[in-house]
């Protein structure tokens, strides 16, 4: 499964630097604007203790985990809706994600250039959202127009998709972004149909510096919450520069600038549930693997996960959570134990679960 999420923000909040920290892939980050004009991807293993121990356990040769792709957007100004700055181009880039990092810069520091001129979040933030309200105010007037005949003649889908449609806007022209409208589960269908910039889930980066001011973060995290969106805080130049070292000397560099928490896990960690995602695995001698399926799944769609014949040739799944298993000591003994359950077709998998399949 490929999903993707989009880093966006305005120019010199070091959107390009946390990208190489994540990916430890050499992109542009100079400090003037505009300097990423094609979107880089980079594909991001999902930190997972359970992952190696279960390695550890089977004595695998090899050890897969999950990945998820991030995608560094260039820098959005004011105006990006109507073409400003190359606008309507990094809007196209973050349409084809899943998900928006939104990183918003808090730290002052006279050297780097703030596209604004002065370090203020909660305006950036509503800067960038009004952007992809707007870009999604003319998405959705578009669709309107051209559904009017079938709204005419009473069809019933026309119908549908038109009444989503009118909440949506009046959301949009209130401020609001698509995300905020509350739909039943047919005009959610709808909404996800049209692929609007606001309607994406977002996660909002907090881009501190260690050592340097930073604005008022209590505020600004109530604001997020309020939003019923999540975020994250990371010194992006920091985990730049810990992602260049070997374990050992990361450690010591942690400790000495008495950084104690780890940011670049915490944003792949929160990204991966942002998109609804969990985690099964496969384990044995020659591979233990992490496959990431969306929450909800039953065992036979998981098993697309492998291979797309899974689904229609599946017959039962033999499950057990991987902590259980660790406690056996051995998959024979927890077969003997009855700790390894047979489950059929409407088994919903649950994230650590580790499975296999039956075909």
């Given at each position: 499964?490929?999903?993707?999420?989009?880093?966006?923000?305005?120019?010199?909040?070091?959107?390009?630097?946390?990208?190489?920290?994540?990916?430890?892939?050499?992109?542009?980050?100079?400090?003037?604007?505009?300097?990423?004009?094609?979107?880089?991807?980079?594909?991001?293993?999902?930190?997972?203790?359970?992952?190696?121990?279960?390695?550890?356990?089977?004595?695998?040769?090899?050890?897969?985990?999950?990945?998820?792709?991030?995608?560094?957007?260039?820098?959005?100004v004011k105006g990006a809706s109507a073409g400003?700055?190359?606008?309507?181009?990094?809007?196209?880039?973050?349409?084809?994600?899943?998900?928006?990092?939104?990183?918003?810069?808090?730290?002052e520091d006279g050297n780097i250039i703030h596209?604004?001129?002065?370090?203020?979040?909660?305006?950036?933030?509503?800067?960038?959202?009004?952007?992809?309200?707007?870009?999604?105010?003319q998405t959705v007037t578009k669709r309107h127009?051209?559904?009017?005949?079938?709204?005419?003649?009473?069809?019933?889908?026309?119908?549908?998709?038109?009444?989503?449609?009118?909440?949506?806007?009046?959301?949009?022209?209130?401020?609001?972004?698509?995300?905020?409208?509350?739909?039943?589960?047919?005009?959610?269908?709808?909404?996800?149909?049209?692929?609007?910039?606001?309607?994406?889930?977002?996660?909002?980066?907090?881009?501190?510096?260690?050592?340097?001011?930073?604005?008022?973060?209590?505020?600004?995290?109530?604001?997020?919450?309020?939003?019923?969106?999540?975020?994250?805080?990371?010194?992006?130049?920091?985990?730049?520069?810990?992602?260049?070292?070997?374990?050992?000397?990361?450690?010591?560099?942690?400790?000495?600038?008495?950084?104690?928490?780890?940011?670049?896990?915490?944003?792949?960690?929160?990204?991966?549930?942002?998109?609804?995602?969990?985690?099964?695995?496969?384990?044995?001698?020659?591979?233990?693997?992490?496959?990431?399926?969306?929450?909800?799944?039953?065992?036979?769609?998981?098993?697309?996960?492998?291979?797309?014949?899974?689904?229609?040739?599946?017959?039962?799944?033999?499950?057990?959570?991987?902590?259980?298993?660790?406690?056996?000591?051995?998959?024979?003994?927890?077969?003997?134990?009855?700790?390894?359950?047979?489950?059929?077709?409407?088994?919903?998998?649950?994230?650590?679960?580790?499975?296999?399949?039956?075909?």
């Amino acid at each position: 499964m490929s999903l993707s999420i989009g880093i966006v923000g305005l120019p010199n909040v070091g959107k390009s630097t946390l990208f190489n920290a994540l990916t430890q892939k050499a992109v542009p980050a100079e400090n003037y604007p505009f300097c990423t004009i094609d979107p880089s991807v980079g594909v991001v293993a999902v930190p997972d203790e359970r992952l190696q121990k279960l390695s550890d356990f089977s004595k695998s040769a090899k050890t897969i985990p999950a990945v998820i792709e991030f995608v560094d957007i260039a820098g959005l100004v004011k105006g990006a809706s109507a073409g400003e700055g190359l606008g309507n181009q990094f809007l196209s880039h973050i349409r084809e994600v899943d998900a928006i990092a939104q990183v918003v810069r808090v730290f002052e520091d006279g050297n780097i250039i703030h596209v604004a001129g002065a370090i203020n979040p909660l305006n950036d933030i509503e800067v960038i959202n009004l952007e992809l309200i707007l870009a999604d105010m003319q998405t959705v007037t578009k669709r309107h127009g051209s559904i009017a005949r079938e709204v005419k003649q009473a069809d019933k889908v026309a119908l549908l998709e038109n009444s989503v449609l009118a909440k949506v806007l009046t959301a949009l022209e209130t401020g609001q972004l698509a995300s905020s409208v509350k739909l039943d589960d047919k005009e959610k269908e709808v909404l996800k149909s049209l692929h609007l910039l606001s309607a994406k889930p977002i996660l909002y980066v907090l881009n501190r510096k260690t050592g340097a001011k930073s604005a008022d973060l209590e505020t600004l995290k109530t604001f997020i919450k309020n939003s019923g969106a999540g975020f994250v805080e990371v010194d992006a130049q920091i985990e730049q520069e810990l992602s260049e070292l070997e374990a050992g000397d990361k450690q010591t560099f942690k400790q000495e600038l008495e950084v104690t928490d780890d940011g670049v896990n915490d944003l792949i960690k929160s990204s991966y549930e942002l998109l609804g995602l969990i985690t099964f695995f496969t384990t044995g001698e020659d591979e233990t693997r992490a496959w990431t399926i969306k929450q909800g799944w039953t065992a036979p769609w998981a098993g697309t996960a492998i291979h797309t014949d899974f689904k229609d040739r599946f017959i039962r799944a033999e499950v057990i959570g991987w902590q259980e298993l660790l406690n056996s000591g051995s998959y024979n003994h927890a077969r003997d134990k009855g700790l390894v359950r047979t489950e059929g077709k409407e088994y919903v998998v649950k994230n650590g679960d580790v499975i296999e399949f039956r075909i």
